[in-house]
């Protein structure tokens, strides 16, 4: 890649607190933590974009339109929900098998937490990795800021870089983050809304990453949710509180505020179910009646029962990622998963 391809940094000093001069320990305990913004979207075109989706024959939205304020805290409050079993199944296996991560995958590492958010699953497994290095990445470094400052002083021996960036198109990382011994931390089974094809091609890129001076080190610390019964999958995606239901609809609330669409709510309803030939959960919006949706450049009419497909979520089984890994270039797959092997952390070494 050229140099001028990448985009411009940012480089920020952490902003101070102030009630940490009150306490008596001013200077020495200023906080060592660098905040980088990469250059960010094009809102223009990303509207364009999901306006193209909107008006597609089989209307789509990108699933990270579902992440707005409300959205966030909705998703939230789908991780307590009694059936949506992927939050508390992986934070079990973590809880159960850290030290053993950490042998496996050494300590003293370049942790590159990537969508780190609240850093908080990281966080539990420092004092584990003990990494050299943390460098929560995620699409603003404003919702890093907090978390990394209150972490930065809890973990004064680890250096801390927040980079903000949407890593899902590149991952050409700032001359900040150290090249030596990366290890890419990515739960959650985020990886599942990506394609298989596109999950590969990510996966390459980590991989590519991890190279350095001619030779491949560290490696990458990834989780993903396990097919299984259709009826566990369904409920987990279309819970009885109708809380993965709100997360959905939501987006027509962001949609309406970000494009100046007129979408009413009442008239659409939630569809997720498990789609076994394609091995992925769907999310659809559905219209509840024939209306026409209007914004200022356009319209589009949506006929009863039509839909928008708002998010896929592809489930794996243990083979198949082992195998989606090793043709990325990881070697060495060691897999953690539950009792009832619902839900899978894998750790691959990139050379
Ligand atoms: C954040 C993509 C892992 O697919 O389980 C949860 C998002 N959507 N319920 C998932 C989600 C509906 C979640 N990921």
Known sequence: MHVTDRPAARVQPAKTDRSRYMSGAAGRERSLSQFIQLAEGNPAQAKEELLAGLSAEHAYTSPKYLYDALGSKLFEAICELPEYYPTRTEAMIFDRHAADIAATAGTGSTLIDLGAGNCAKAARL?????PSQYVPIDISVEFLRDAVERLQHQFPQIAMAGIGMDFSSGLALPPA???RNRLFFYPGSSIGNFTPEQSLAF???VHAACVHDGRADGGILISVDL???TEILDAAYDDAL??????????LLHLNR?????FDLRQWQHRGFFNAEQSRIEMHLEARSPQTVRWPSGVRRFEAGE????ESSYKYTRQNFTTLLAQAGFEDVTVWTD???WFIVCHARAG
Do not use: M, Y
């Open 126 to 130: 420092f004092p584990f990795l003990q």
């Open 177 to 179: 983050v150290h090249r």
């Open 203 to 205: 996966l390459k890129r």
């Open 227 to 229: 097919v299984k019964e």
């Open 242 to 251: 109708g809380v993965t239901a709100s997360f959905n609809l939501n987006l």
């Open 258 to 262: 970000l494009l100046d669409t007129d």
């Open 307 to 310: 839909r928008i497909h708002t």
């Open 339 to 341: 009792p009832q092997e």
